[in-house]
């Protein structure tokens, strides 16, 4: 408390006259959602905050501030962007907060969608949740290596007083080993002060991942680039830009927490979120996350399916249905309602797309079907039940 108190008295000298600089320069953005917190310019990253939330239980709501709030500007790769279906670490660490730091933050950037997973190309908004501060700066596929060029730019385009870095998953697995990694992500702090010599980091640590089909752990780089970040990044602290580590791979386990082995869960959204949390906590940036929350489903539904009719005299069954977004199969399940099956039986594999045909049916009989949604190992809700009944033959 001393410390940050201390540090607070020194820059609030400093914030009238960053409030006028900044009111020049923060671009007009949209407001999304109901955490979309209040438009204005902010204070120094370290004085803002610090206080305002200190002492604070975990998850206890704190009262808005009339500080003007901080701006925070999420960078990340794929883990960050993340993709249709999804609710988002970003929504998680939002949504935290709301609860224990309101009005004292907002979420900057030049991006609000995710990744459609299913048609391969960004600009979906088909969030399980979208009501939320989305703005951020992460691309699928992005890494230290491209954005280092790059990043002075985006800080520039996006005036904030934090970064939350989640970059270099990419790297470790394409381009580079994990100390000339480090080099990067020291590099990209570099640049971004050349813009901002006041920022401050918050960078996460690599998650491990695991091949999606035969469950072998892969990212070897990844546990010795965190032993690397841990150990420099406290020293690539300057006295007016702090560097600190976010544990986001604490409790990680890529065969539990990741749907596709790479790419988090709800679960595994809500670890990354901790981690990020409990940094900002430590910087007097609401308080710490506490418990996670017992396991949350995908909250994928599927959508009820059509009877396409078939010839005269076929008895089998071709069924369609719309998409589920960030569904990549599903499962058909069918219930024989004429012999009073007491519940649904999974049709044999899985499919890909939006149409399933049957084997033949005993005609006369009247049967129920419906499909389950599938993202990756993430199973959804069922669709409602769809009745046929086949024709007699004549």
Known sequence: MGRTAGRTSRL????????QTASRVQPERR????????????????????GCSA???PGRPVAASAQPPLRILIIGDSITHESAGDYTWRYRLAQHLERTARGQVDFVGDHDDIWDNVADKSGSYDY?????????HARWGDSLRNEVPHIADAARANPADVMLVALGANDLAYFTQPPDTAVLMRQLIDNVRQVNPNMTFVVAHV???ADFNDDSMNLPGAPP???ILDAQAPGWSTPTSKVVVARTDLGWNPLRDAWDGSHPTPDGEEIIARGFADALAGLGIGADYGPLPAHIPWPGIGRAPVVVPAAAGDTRVTLTWPATPGATQFIVERQVVTWHEPGFTAAPGSVAGYTWTSDPLVPGVTVAYRVVPMKGRMAGSPSPA???TVAPLR
Do not use: E, I, M, W
């Open 12 to 19: 609030r000298g400093r914030a009238a006259h960053r409030v």
């Open 31 to 50: 407001a999304t959602g109901r955490t979309r917190l209040a438009r204005a310019v902010p204070l120094a990253a370290a004085a803002l905050l610090a």
């Open 55 to 57: 002492g604070a239980a």
């Open 128 to 136: 399980a949740d979208p009501d939320f501060d989305r703005q951020h």
């Open 207 to 209: 998650l491990t991942r």
């Open 225 to 227: 680039f965190n032993a």
């Open 386 to 388: 769809t009745t046929y």
